[in-house]
C-alpha cells in the first residue's frame, strides 16, 4: 500500500473537526491556486499582447518616413543613406523603446542603415526574412513565455502598393517587461497567501459554527450518567442543530421516564417475590399459630372448669402463646412491607440468624443443619431489605433442593472492601443443562406453585447493582454452591 494511501486513511481517522478543517483547508488552497494561475496567465497574455501591440504599430508608423526617405534616395534627392542614418539615430537615442538595434535592409536583404556601423553590408537570409518576403506582412518575433524572452524581434515590410523596397528590422529588449512581470508574479503569490491564510481562518470560524454543536452533542452523549440522566443542551437557534440537540433532550427524558417505569416494575417483582416467600413459610406461620391456639383454648376450657387460685398458671401459658403468635404476625408483616432505598451499617451475623428465623419451621421440618462461619463483627454498609432478600431468596433455593436430613453452610468474611458471601448445600444440584439459565427472570425447576422463578433473577440484579458479582458451582445429586462479591467502597 502506498504512503499517500495510508496518509488518506490516516486523515479519516481523525476528528470530524480535524477532518473539517484539513478537507476545507485543502478546498481553500485549490481554490487559491487556481485562481492564482488564472490571473497569471491572464497577466501573461495581457503583457505579451501589449508588447506585440507596441511593437507592431511603433514599426508600421517608423516605416513610413522611412519609405520616403528610400524614394527620396532613389530619386536623388537626398544623399544616399545620409537622411536615413539620421534618421535611425534619432529614434535609437530617443529610447521610445528599449532598442537594442534598428536596420534598414533592401530588397536585396542588404543592411543599408543601422544603429551599429559595423552592421552595414550584413546580409540576412534567417527564417524571419523567409518569411517576410513570402507573406509581405509584419513579423514580430517573440516567445509566448515571457519567462523565456529576453528580447522581441519585429520585422515590418517597406511596401509601395505591392512592391517591396526593403525591411524594417528592429530588436527591443525586454527588460523592463520582464521585471514588471515578475513584479506582478509576486503581487499574485503575496494575494494568494493573503487569501490561504483568510481562508485558513475561515475554515476555523466555519467549524466553530458547524462542527462544534457536534462536538458538544457527542461530548454530552459520553457524559450523560445512565443512572441520573440528568444531561440537557440548551436549545441555539432554530437550524438543524437545534433541532439535534431538542431531540436528544426529548431522547434522555423518554429513556429517564423509561427507567423510572423499569424501576417501579422492578419494585412490584420484588414485592411479588417477597409475597411468594411469605406462600412458602404459610405452612410453618399456620403451625406456629395453630399450635399456641390451642393450647389457649386447652387453658381457657380449663379455667372455666376450675375455680381456684392456680388459674394463675393457666393465665401465665395463655400470654406466652399470644406472644408467640404476636412474634409470628410481626415476621409475616415484614414479609411483605416494602424496602426503603437507604443503606446503613448491618451486623451480618445479626441479620443471618434474623433470616433463618423465618425459614426455621421447614429447616426443623426437614431435619436440616445449618451451619454458620460469619467472621466474628463483620459489618456492612447496604440497605438491611437487600442483604435480607439476597440471604433469604438463596436459603429457600437451598431448602427445597434438600429433601431431608441435608446440610446447609452459610459463611461470610471480607476481603479488603469485598465481602464475600457463600451458601452451600448438599441437595439435588442443578442439571448442567440448567446452569446458564437459573438467573434468567421467571426460570424455575419448582413444582407449580412452590416459587415464581424470581428469586434467583432479584437475587442476581441485587448483586449486580452494587457492582458485585455472583456465580454457582453445581453437581447434580451432590448439592450446590453460590459465591456473592460485593464490592463495599462502590456502595459508600
Not at 49 to 61: A, D, P, S, Y
Not at 270 to 291: C, D
Not at 366 to 381: D, P, T, V, Y
Request: one cysteine or more; proline letters at 1%.
Amino acid at each position: 500500500m502506498s504512503s499517500w494511501s495510508r496518509n488518506i486513511k490516516e486523515i479519516f481517522k481523525l476528528n470530524i473537526r480535524k477532518k473539517f478543517i484539513i478537507i476545507n483547508f485543502f478546498i481553500v488552497i485549490v481554490l487559491s491556486t487556481i485562481t492564482s494561475l488564472y490571473f497569471f496567465n491572464f497577466e501573461k497574455k495581457t503583457l505579451y499582447k501589449r508588447i506585440v501591440t507596441e511593437v507592431t504599430l511603433f514599426g508600421e508608423t517608423l516605416a513610413i518616413p522611412i519609405v520616403n526617405d528610400l524614394i527620396y534616395e532613389r530619386l536623388g534627392l537626398v544623399e544616399e543613406g545620409g537622411l536615413l542614418d539620421n534618421y535611425l539615430q534619432g529614434i535609437f537615442s530617443e529610447k521610445k523603446l528599449n532598442f537594442v538595434y534598428i536596420a534598414v535592409l533592401d530588397d536585396n536583404d542588404t543592411v543599408i542603415s543601422h544603429t551599429d556601423i559595423k552592421e552595414y553590408g550584413k546580409r540576412f537570409d534567417d527564417e524571419l526574412m523567409l518569411k517576410i518576403n513570402r507573406e509581405k506582412k509584419t513579423i514580430v518575433s517573440l516567445n509566448k513565455d515571457l519567462f523565456f524572452s529576453k528580447s522581441v524581434e519585429v520585422l515590418v515590410p517597406l511596401l509601395i502598393s505591392e512592391k517591396k523596397w526593403g525591411t524594417l528590422r528592429f530588436v527591443v529588449s525586454l527588460d523592463n517587461e520582464r521585471k514588471e512581470f515578475a513584479f506582478a508574479i509576486l503581487k499574485i503569490f503575496f494575494i494568494t497567501i493573503i487569501l490561504i491564510f483568510l481562508g485558513y481562518f475561515l475554515v476555523l470560524y466555519l467549524s466553530n459554527i458547524f462542527v462544534n454543536p457536534i462536538t458538544t452533542l457527542a461530548t454530552a452523549m459520553t457524559k450523560t450518567d445512565i443512572e441520573k440522566l440528568d444531561t440537557y443542551l440548551p436549545v441555539k437557534g432554530d437550524d438543524e442543530f437545534a433541532y439535534l440537540t431538542i431531540q436528544f433532550n426529548n431522547l434522555i427524558e423518554r429513556i429517564r421516564l423509561a427507567n423510572e417505569e423499569l424501576q417501579k416494575k422492578n419494585q412490584m417483582l420484588l414485592q411479588s417475590e417477597k409475597l411468594a416467600s411469605i406462600g412458602i413459610l404459610a405452612s410453618g406461620i399456620a403451625h406456629e399459630i395453630n399450635n399456641p391456639l390451642g393450647g389457649i383454648f386447652n387453658c381457657i376450657h380449663m379455667l372455666e372448669e376450675q375455680k381456684d387460685c392456680s388459674s394463675n398458671k393457666y393465665l401465665e401459658l395463655i400470654k406466652d402463646g399470644l406472644e408467640r403468635i404476636e412474634n409470628t404476625v410481626k415476621k409475616l408483616l415484614w414479609m411483605a412491607r416494602k424496602g426503603e432505598d437507604t443503606k446503613e451499617v448491618v451486623k451480618v451475623e445479626e441479620l443471618v440468624d434474623h433470616i433463618i428465623e423465618f425459614v426455621k419451621y421447614n429447616v426443623l421440618k426437614k431435619r436440616i443443619n445449618i451451619e454458620k462461619n460469619i467472621e466474628n463483627g463483620l459489618e456492612i454498609f447496604i440497605n438491611r431489605s437487600d442483604l435480607e432478600q439476597i440471604l433469604l431468596n438463596l436459603l429457600i433455593n437451598a431448602i427445597h433442593a434438600i429433601e431431608h436430613d441435608g446440610v446447609i453452610k452459610i459463611s461470610c468474611r471480607r476481603e479488603g472492601e469485598k465481602i464475600l458471601l457463600e451458601i452451600e448445600d448438599n441437595g439435588c444440584g442443578i442439571g448442567k443443562e440448567n446452569l446458564n439459565k437459573i438467573f434468567d427472570p421467571f426460570f424455575t425447576t419448582k413444582k407449580q406453585g412452590e416459587g415464581t422463578g424470581l428469586g434467583l433473577w432479584i437475587t442476581y440484579e441485587i448483586v449486580k447493582n452494587y457492582g458485585g458479582e455472583i456465580r454457582v458451582e453445581s453437581e447434580e445429586g451432590k448439592g450446590s454452591k453460590f459465591y456473592i462479591t460485593l464490592d463495599e467502597e462502590r456502595n459508600t
